[in-house]
């Protein structure tokens, strides 16, 4: 019993490693050496693996345990893994992620709330984003149908630059949903937001310093002659 649950606690991942093995903690009498600068060594026993690790100030890092022997590489396994890890990062902030956004409108939709409406619908393309548009019907509105499906067909017309209709509009239940896809990838539209964001930077006036805005705000001899407001009135009857 205590056996099976040994075993089952290392397969929830409890004493697996997923980091390679490094200098010490290689065990094998041999190893396929690669150099600093990827260059093949060769097969060399172990301790002599190690013993050149130390005179580089390296690490020996086994990047191939199922060869045979294993291949190790000469390596700055901290540098390694600092730069593995921003590499993951930028990876992980360009990566697109598909989103769906939603949009719901009525069939007599108000001309100013559809205007709003295809605002919305127009960022989210922008953006890269796929858009489920739904009609919502109420009452009688459902013996209509083809109000709902005129509005479907006038929006896609409206957003046609930035979008196509991805999935006809269909019935479903009291709604009708349509789905619009944009035509650019989410990736195209990540980047495009990058550039602006930089050239409104570069665009933006520089800041005045400490000294500018007191001169600024220092009155001029001209305006200091001037009469203010107040002692410029008339002086009020008794």
């Given at each position: 019993?205590?056996?099976?649950?040994?075993?089952?606690?290392?397969?929830?991942?409890?004493?697996?490693?997923?980091?390679?093995?490094?200098?010490?903690?290689?065990?094998?009498?041999?190893?396929?050496?690669?150099?600093?600068?990827?260059?093949?060594?060769?097969?060399v026993?172990?301790?002599?693996?190690?013993?050149?690790?130390?005179?580089?100030?390296?690490?020996?890092?086994?990047?191939?345990?199922?060869?045979r022997?294993?291949?190790?590489?000469?390596?700055?396994?901290?540098?390694?893994?600092?730069?593995?890890?921003?590499?993951?990062?930028?990876?992980?902030?360009?990566?697109?992620?598909?989103?769906?956004?939603?949009?719901?409108?009525?069939?007599?939709?108000?001309?100013?709330?559809?205007?709003?409406?295809?605002?919305?619908?127009?960022?989210?393309?922008?953006?890269?984003?796929?858009?489920?548009?739904?009609?919502?019907?109420?009452?009688?509105?459902?013996?209509?149908?083809?109000?709902?499906?005129?509005?479907?067909?006038?929006?896609?017309?409206?957003?046609?630059?930035?979008?196509?209709?991805?999935?006809?509009?269909?019935?479903?239940?009291?709604?009708?949903?349509?789905?619009?896809?944009?035509?650019?990838?989410?990736?195209?539209?990540?980047?495009?937001?990058?550039?602006?964001?930089?050239?409104?930077?570069?665009?933006?006036p520089?800041?005045?310093?400490?000294?500018?805005?007191?001169?600024?705000?220092?009155?001029?001899?001209?305006?200091?002659?001037?009469?203010?407001e107040?002692?410029?009135?008339?002086?009020?009857?008794?």
């Open positions: 019993m205590a056996v099976r649950q040994t075993v089952a606690w290392c397969y929830r991942g409890g004493s697996i490693s997923t980091e390679p093995r490094i200098n010490d903690r290689i065990r094998v009498p041999e190893v396929r050496l690669v150099g600093p600068s990827g260059e093949q060594v060769g097969i026993p172990l301790a002599k693996a190690l013993e050149l690790a130390q005179e580089y100030d390296l690490d020996l890092v086994e990047v191939a345990a199922s060869a022997p294993p291949v190790c590489k000469l390596m700055d396994y901290g540098k390694f893994k600092y730069e593995s890890a921003m590499k993951a990062r930028e990876a992980r902030k360009n990566q697109a992620h598909t989103v769906i956004k939603e949009m719901k409108l009525r069939p007599k939709i108000d001309p100013h709330d559809y205007d709003t409406k295809k605002g919305h619908v127009v960022r989210f393309l922008k953006q890269g984003d796929k858009v489920k548009i739904t009609i919502m019907f109420r009452g009688r509105e459902q013996s209509r149908p083809e109000l709902g499906y005129r509005l479907l067909q006038r929006l896609a017309e409206d957003v046609q630059d930035l979008g196509f209709i991805e999935s006809n509009p269909k019935q479903d239940g009291r709604n009708m949903i349509m789905v619009l896809g944009p035509h650019k990838k989410k990736t195209e539209a990540m980047a495009e937001a990058r550039e602006a964001q930089a050239a409104r930077k570069a665009d933006a520089a800041t005045t310093t400490r000294r500018d805005r007191a001169a600024d705000e220092e009155p001029t001899e001209a305006a200091a002659e001037e009469p203010t107040a002692s410029a009135e008339e002086p009020a009857e008794a």
